[in-house]
């Protein structure tokens, strides 16, 4: 069996021998001579449906992300299980950064080697991030070509000029095992934004369909009750481009609903972009995340160059190497075997699992084509090849699929329906975490199922979104996954920020009357049943009576939490007043 993507194929056979984190995948075969060289988990990555334009010019100036291999993995692995196991000894314990860099980063000698024969091509930049995890450097096409016995040729695709590593990456022999992947090296894949707009429905015996819900809407049709706001949580959104009106339009709505205007730091992840393709995506995650949860104490925007592989790796690891924010959401995706071929999905699984074991938590969204990935966005229509989105099938991550969110007269949950497009399905790459033993169904594959959870996503439910002041209907799980943030840090103020990783805590409440049990409707090829489901997963929220179900769990039984200690200082101009 063959998965097909607009940029190349792969194999099924590829993916039977387990590699680090829960990935499951191969080495790539040699394609040059690599004497004295050993592999990456960076593959060829040759775009299909493209005309070949030959070599990328050789001056061409490049910026690379070298992911290092993290000392003693599997010991991380087992101390996130303990961390996260109630009756264990480590249990509600978390690492702060520099506990994870003395215990599980790379050494300071496998970061000067790796450096120093990066200086010894010419590549110049190098730039070590402070969990030592990730080095950058800047080099021409030709440089790095010679530095990773590669080739790099530009492609004509969809009306873009891309470029791409025909070959796979290689390191020295004498950095064998030290390095995990050269990202960079292809532009071909990017991640995707999920959003969806509202299509006319026929539906009329439905209790009440809305055209769109504010947060307070969302707050009566979730329960929110008497759940605190998250006013003593951080919370992180991750985004790219200029943020300026993304910014103003967050005023706009605050006014707008009668909420309190949330203090922000924007985190310049790399060189700022000036591009506001994306302004609607960070519309809806900054205004439904801080929405949903009513007010925080901090929202923290991390900000990068470019919706590729190795930008996006950048700000994930901001995230995880500053610490600043208990939870994020990335409301964005891409299939899963493109992560996997450019080894951006090794380099941010051990980025996230470095999250985890802080307590951290990043929400993503599980995409808008159903149990498919397409070739082009779809509005929400189930289209494409039988795959996952990436990052949500991390196991380090929680994937939030999608719904239609029917509500009564009063604007109180009537009940909900699994979205047409919501993702869902089985990983062919990443494996299934042990939190999923006994309660995701068996399939042909191994890997996580997804989703972990479901919010409302269906546009024709969706959310008031303010875009370039104006106010807007949008949906997809672009939404779901921002809400889910916003209940979530509202949870961990109630608990003192002490509920850790949400993933396994959330599966070991499986069943209770913290989640509705959505047993109607499908996405795609997946129906939702009773339990959980690969349309909606565990089910959406009851915030109230999750919140006393968390009770039963949290390590710490406290009143909210007071307003964390600030984190870094904001950018000039990036903070206004309180």
């Known amino acids: 069996m063959k998965l097909r993507s607009k940029y190349l194929r792969v194999t099924a056979a590829t993916v039977l021998l387990a590699t680090p984190i829960g990935v499951m995948g191969s080495m790539p075969t040699a394609q040059a001579d690599t004497t004295n060289w050993v592999a990456t988990h960076t593959q060829a990555f040759v775009p299909t449906n493209a005309t070949n334009l030959g070599s990328l010019p050789a001056s061409t100036e490049l910026t690379v992300v070298i992911g290092l291999q993290m000392q ?34 790379p050494s300071s000698s496998t970061v000067d080697a790796v450096t ?32 990773f016995n590669t080739q790099i040729d530009q492609f004509s695709m ?11 990456a290689y390191v020295p022999s004498s950095l064998g095992g030290a390095v995990v992947a050269v990202l960079g090296l292809t532009n071909a894949a990017q991640m995707q934004l999920p959003l969806a707009t509202p299509t006319p429905t026929t539906s009329t015996s439905l209790p009440n369909y809305p055209a769109s819900y504010n947060p307070q ?105 500053q610490d600043v924010a208990k939870a994020g959401s990335a409301s964005f995706g891409e299939c899963e075997y493109d992560a996997y071929l450019d080894g951006s999905m090794l380099v941010d699984d051990e980025v996230f699992a470095e999250a985890a074991a802080q307590g951290q938590t990043t929400f993503a969204s599980a995409g ?11 509005n929400g229509v189930p289209a494409g090849v039988p795959d996952v ?22 604007g109180s949950y009537d009940e909900e329906l699994a979205w047409t497009g919501g993702g869902g399905g089985t990983s062919y790459f990443e494996s299934a975490p042990y939190w999923q033993n ?20 269906d546009p024709n439910s969706g959310a008031n979104v303010y875009v370039d002041g104006s106010p807007e209907v949008v949906g997809g799980t672009s939404l779901a996954s921002p809400l889910a943030l916003g209940v979530w840090a509202r949870l961990e103020t109630s608990h003192n920020n002490q509920l850790g990783f949400a993933a396994p805590l959330l599966y070991g409440v499986y069943g209770s009357d913290g989640f509705h049990d959505i047993t109607l409707g499908d996405s795609g090829p997946y129906p939702a049943t009773p339990g959980w489901d690969f349309a909606t997963g565990l089910g959406s929220f009851d915030v109230s009576n999750m919140n006393t179900v968390m009770d039963q769990y949290a390590p710490m039984q406290t009143a909210p939490a007071p307003a964390p200690a600030p984190g870094p200082a904001p950018a000039p101009g990036s903070q206004p007043e309180p």
């Not at 010991?75 to 599980?104: K, M």
Request: hydrophobic residues 35%.
């Open 72 to 105: 003693n993995q599997s010991g991380l692995e087992q101390y996130i299980q303990d961390i996260s196991t109630p009756g264990n000894a480590l249990y509600g314990q978390t690492l702060t950064p520099s506990q994870f860099e003395a215990t599980y980063s």
């Open 116 to 147: 120093s024969y990066l200086e010894s091509q010419g590549l110049s930049n190098i730039q070590v991030s402070a969990n030592r995890l990730l080095i950058t450097a800047t080099g021409t096409a030709q440089q790095l070509e010679s530095a």
């Open 158 to 168: 969809n009306g873009r000029t891309v470029y791409a590593n025909v070959d796979p």
């Open 217 to 321: 809407g969302f707050w009566k049709a979730y329960n929110v009750g008497n759940t605190p706001q998250a006013t003593g949580t951080n919370i992180a959104i991750f985004a790219e481009g200029n943020l300026t009106q993304v910014v103003q339009d967050l005023r706009t709505e605050e006014a707008a609903n009668q909420l309190p205007q949330v203090p922000y730091t924007i985190v310049q992840v790399g060189i700022a972009s000036n591009d506001t393709s994306g302004a609607d995506e960070w519309d809806l995650d900054t205004q439904y995340s801080t929405g949903m949860a009513g007010n925080v104490a901090h929202l923290y925007i991390y900000d990068t160059t470019s919706l590729t592989d190795s930008d996006i790796a950048r700000e994930f690891n901001k995230f995880a190497e």
């Open 368 to 378: 808008d084509t159903g149990g498919f990935c397409a070739v082009t966005p779809t």
């Open 389 to 410: 989105n990436y990052p949500a099938s991390s196991p380090y991550v929680v994937a939030v699929g999608g719904t239609t969110l029917i509500t009564n007269s009063d």
């Open 438 to 457: 006994g309660i995701v169904p068996p399939t042909t594959n191994v890997g996580k199922g997804l989703p972990d959870i479901a919010m409302d996503a």
